[in-house]
């Protein structure tokens, strides 16, 4: 049900996260922290850059929050960004580690917001991940096409229980 | 009706999602699951799901399976010996005694692993994480202290402000980053460790070198020695 306003849509959410960003800015001061922010914004672009219908649609902190069309796309962006992100650390130029997780399933627009239980269950995902992990729900990667889903490299993780939803949430970590 | 597993899974596999009650998992010389406690179980393709709630739950599986088991607050103990095991819980303590791999994490919960033969994959933001010893080693916790003995693989630490100590087994590479926490590596007598400071970049590794240790601390110290 939606209201006015509010529109239904279906798709996947990336959720992502900067480990350890709070007590990277305690450590170097605000400056450089934002520096980071920044330099992780340009990278998301960088990720989302030919991706049919997605977008950023918000900064959450030292996060960010992605919407994507299809899981495929979802899944292609947060990899790339893993790749993009590993890189620069291996070379010295980004000092952080970044975490992220992807859901897919039915969702409100609000505004340029989207809203329900899978953007929450998306970041209760992307929370349990750890440095430089992707985690994926089950539910996602049975969305996304099996050309695409087949080239992944799959292994189980444990299922989350998200508070309001009755079933639980199982995951693989995924990398290419 | 419990979710679709991804078609990914090709190899018999024990799932289990509880929420508060305690998970007892035991692997033993049998062939079938044995469940007891209040739980749906289905069987879709190679697994076997098992949903439960607030009760206790106590599982018998074949030695040597793969089991992935969910949580909230319950304490999930694995015994005997299982194959590919992963487990996550919010608050609940997870013991794991014997597996090929394990990957486990939890938000609160302690997490101990005895032996682990192959990859061993640690989460936990504020649980201590302990291993008596396994294969490589890929750990991370936000506060919570790493301890890692008998390391036989490569070994990888991310801990944000909890302490990191590491034991290799052997000559193999080591990377261990903290914001704060203080970093101990110990290595075998008569391995030479090329120690790098991984904020300083990639770094060419000289010929006479066992093996690369690469650490980072923003505040904390470091400790790498021989035993």
Known sequence: ?176 | MASLPPPTIDRPLVRIASTSGRVELIAEDRTDVDVRGDAEVTRFGAATTITGDHGRLIVRVPAGIDVVIGATSGRVDVTGTVGATAVTTDSGRIGIERATSVDARSNDGRIEIGHCSADCCLRSEHGAVAVASCGSADVATATGRISLGDVRGAARAHCTNGRVDITMATANDVSAETVTGRISVSMPRGVRAFCTDLADGPAERPDDADCVVSTHSVTGRVDIVNR
Do not use: Y
């Open chain 1, 1 to 176: 049900m939606t209201t006015p306003g509010s529109e239904a849509c279906t798709g996947s959410v990336l959720f992502t996260d900067l480990v350890g960003f709070t007590e990277f800015n305690d450590a170097v001061g605000d400056a450089q922290a934002v520096e980071v922010l920044d330099r992780q914004t340009l990278l998301a672009a960088e990720a989302l850059n030919g991706q049919d219908d997605a977008r950023l649609v918000k900064e959450l902190g030292d996060g960010l929050m992605l919407w994507f069309g299809t899981a495929n796309a979802a899944v292609d962006a947060a990899l790339h960004l893993m790749g993009s992100v590993e890189s620069a650390r291996q070379r010295g130029a980004f000092p952080l580690a970044i975490r992220m997780g992807v859901h897919h399933g039915e969702a409100l627009t609000r505004g340029d917001d989207v809203v329900g239980a899978t953007i929450n269950i998306g970041a209760r995902v992307a929370d349990l991940a750890g440095p430089g992990e992707l985690l994926v729900s089950d539910v996602a990667l049975n969305a996304m096409e099996t050309e695409d889903r087949d080239v992944l490299h799959c292994a189980s993780v444990g299922p989350v229980r998200v508070k309001g939803v009755r079933e639980p949430v199982w995951l693989q970590r995924v990398s290419r």
